[in-house]
């Protein structure tokens, strides 16, 4: 059961899903961000983001595994993961050039998604030496892109309509949620026996890492 429980956990927040869950955040704490933007254009913007950094890359892992150039989807030894690494990065470093070149695009969008494509290139390279956990990777990414939101873009608050209400939620709530989600997210990954502690640590320390170089470059 408590296996089952970090399947699905390492699923809902895999990392290839973690841009999805950072636009998420912004259109929570700041929807000016996309002003400039229809409604039609804000959702054919997002379904082309979520094309790019989700479903080329979980179809390319696929075709991988179904030609046999990877062992199993779960990617458990490190020479499994080159492919889809280059794979995703390729898309990364597409988006990443997108976003920076465009100067209709949140800029909170464009310093996490450099962010990210720095912190990706980053697990390559110690994935060439040892595994590191692109799941935390991704959460550690999202905590600190949080921070950056936050402290950046919100007005003191988030908030969403529903059935014609809104509501507001304070900000440190969704932080210390993120911090309850990444830390069962890491757990996860140890039930799982796909990592060791320091292949967890590692990839959340990545992950920070790379936003906070993006945020030198970009804000």
């Not at 259109?27 to 254009?41: C, D, H, I, R």
């Not at 892109?145 to 007005?155: D, H, K, R, T």
């Amino acid at each position: 059961m408590l296996k089952v429980f970090a399947n699905a956990v390492s699923i809902i927040f895999h990392p290839l899903y973690i841009l999805t869950y950072a636009y998420g955040l912004l259109l929570l704490v700041n929807p000016f961000q996309f002003a400039n933007y229809s409604k039609t254009e804000q959702g054919i913007f997002f379904i082309s983001m979520v094309m790019v950094s989700a479903v080329i890359p979980i179809i390319g892992v696929l075709m991988m595994r179904f030609l046999g150039m990877i062992d199993g989807l779960e990617m458990k030894n490190r020479t499994d993961r080159i492919g889809p690494f280059i794979i995703i990065g390729v898309c990364y470093l597409w988006l990443t050039i997108n976003f920076i070149n465009s100067s209709q695009i949140s800029s909170f969008l464009t310093t996490f998604m450099l962010g990210a494509t720095i912190s990706l290139f980053g697990g390559f390279i110690i994935n060439i030496f040892e595994k590191i956990s692109l799941h935390t990777i991704g959460m550690g990414g999202l905590i600190a892109g949080y921070l950056i939101l936050i402290n950046y873009y919100s007005y003191g608050s988030a908030s969403f309509i529903w059935g014609g209400i809104e509501y507001n939620i304070h900000l440190m709530l969704i932080f210390i949620l993120l911090i309850i989600i990444s830390g069962l997210v890491g757990t996860s990954r140890l039930i799982l026996g796909a990592h060791i502690p320091r292949e967890v640590y590692g990839g959340f320390l990545v992950g920070l890492l790379g936003q906070v170089i993006a945020m030198r470059f970009i804000l």
